[in-house]
């Protein structure tokens, strides 16, 4: 076989394969290139830009569709959102977000959560419970309960030790009735018509021998004489009046009479009334009143800084630290069973809040043909390839057929 015999067989094949190679490199070139339309004297070569850059707007749409079509479908989307809201991770986010807030609250500098709980406790206590408390209070039951458990185990069993009893009587005698209280109290009651019915009664109701007195001397000069002693000479009255405490020994006989002061001491059907007494009137207090008390207590304290307090004690406080994970399991619970009936119209509804579709079309669309490329390259690289070297492949069977029948016409 002489050189262009040998040329012939073998010329077809390796043509073939090249063109076949080549062939397909350029068209899948020309998929993504050129990048940009190509214009010679005004006019746009035909197939520029390449096939993707061109419709590249209607790719997006079509991902798109294919994606929310076939892939994130809401039954796919349901079971995504509860492998993700998995007790265990609603837990552990809870737990993360209870500790980032009370972080918060430790280098809050501006002291804005001391401020909004202050605000919230002004209006608990001034606003709301004032409100509830109307309603209540008109009830018949109204804390009978809790005033019937202070009467019996506060006041019922409420009976001054020696101590006490000295000092509110000693406290008696110095403040509230001191011989010139005592005094001006004898000058007040010793009238001119107190006296006359005083001396009258005296007269009438007196015999034997204090009858005698009583008409002989009578009262009324008497009474009046100690009446002008008590007006003219205060110093000595007063005096008097201490020297008759001490020698009646009046602060002891109180001392003793406070000490031994008790409901205990009183029968049993005494007592229920007195119990019924005071309920009846904290209620009746609490309806006509309640409301100013409370609104008026509330602005007389300083919200902020008991707010400041409750905030301080929290942070140090062991309790909270520790309770934090038991809330955020007992949180977590709730959100799975509350999942569980409604998370299907959850999805439906979060579905076109997210526009997903929208989010893929302007993605792709907003992606750059290189980048584009790069991206599809790099997940179908090798069956790009692949396509590549099929095409050398079929030239060259198809040069190799070509050979033959070359060979068999001659």
């Known amino acids: 076989m002489n050189l262009s015999d040998l040329w012939i067989s073998i010329a077809p094949p390796v043509v073939g394969g090249i063109i076949g190679y080549f062939t397909n490199d350029i068209a899948i070139k020309m998929l993504f290139r050129p990048y940009q339309p190509i214009y010679i004297k005004g006019k746009q070569l035909p197939f520029t830009p390449g096939l993707i850059p061109r419709n590249q707007e209607r790719l997006a749409k079509r991902v798109a569709d294919t994606i929310m079509g076939s892939l994130l479908t809401p039954s796919a989307l349901e079971k995504l959102a509860r492998r993700l809201l998995q007790p265990e991770r609603m837990q552990a986010a809870i737990l993360w977000l209870l500790q980032l807030a009370m972080e918060q609250i430790k280098v809050d500098t501006d002291k804005k959560t001391a401020k909004i709980l202050a605000n919230i406790l002004r209006d608990l206590l001034g606003e709301s419970l004032p409100k509830i408390l109307k309603v209540l209070s008109r009830r018949e039951d109204f804390l009978e309960t809790q005033l019937n458990q202070i009467f019996d185990k506060v006041l019922l069993e409420l009976q001054l030790t020696e101590d006490q009893a000295i000092q509110l009587s000693n406290w008696l005698f110095q403040v509230v009735l001191p011989p010139d209280v005592l005094r001006q109290v004898l000058i007040d009651f010793l009238t001119d018509r107190n006296i006359t019915i005083i001396d009258e009664g005296f ?112 942070q140090a406080s062991s309790v909270m630290n520790d309770s934090m994970e038991i809330v955020s399991k007992e949180l977590a619970l709730v959100l799975e069973r509350y999942l569980e009936r409604d998370l299907e119209k959850i999805v439906a509804q979060a579905i076109p809040i997210l526009n997903i579709d929208e989010v893929i079309i302007d993605r792709v669309k907003n992606t750059s043909p290189e980048d584009l490329e790069l991206a599809i390259q790099g997940i179908v690289k090798s069956e790009l390839q692949g396509i590549v070297n099929l095409g050398g492949i079929l030239g060259v069977i198809i040069g190799c057929l070509q050979t033959i029948v070359l060979l068999v016409q001659q």
């Open 203 to 314: 007269r009438e109701k007196s015999s034997g021998t204090y009858w005698v007195v009583a008409n002989l001397f009578g009262l009324r000069n008497t009474l009046t004489r100690l009446r002008t002693f008590c007006l003219d000479e205060k110093e000595a009255a007063n005096q008097r009046l201490t020297e008759l405490i001490l020698s009646l020994a009046l602060r002891q006989r109180i001392q003793e009479w406070l000490q031994n002061l008790s409901m205990q001491n009183l029968p049993l059907a005494t007592v229920r009334q007195l119990r019924k007494t005071m309920r009846d009137s904290v209620r009746s207090y609490l309806q006509e009143k309640g409301v100013d008390l409370i609104q008026g207590l509330s602005k007389s304290i300083e919200w902020e800084n008991i707010s400041v307090l409750i905030l301080n004690r929290l």
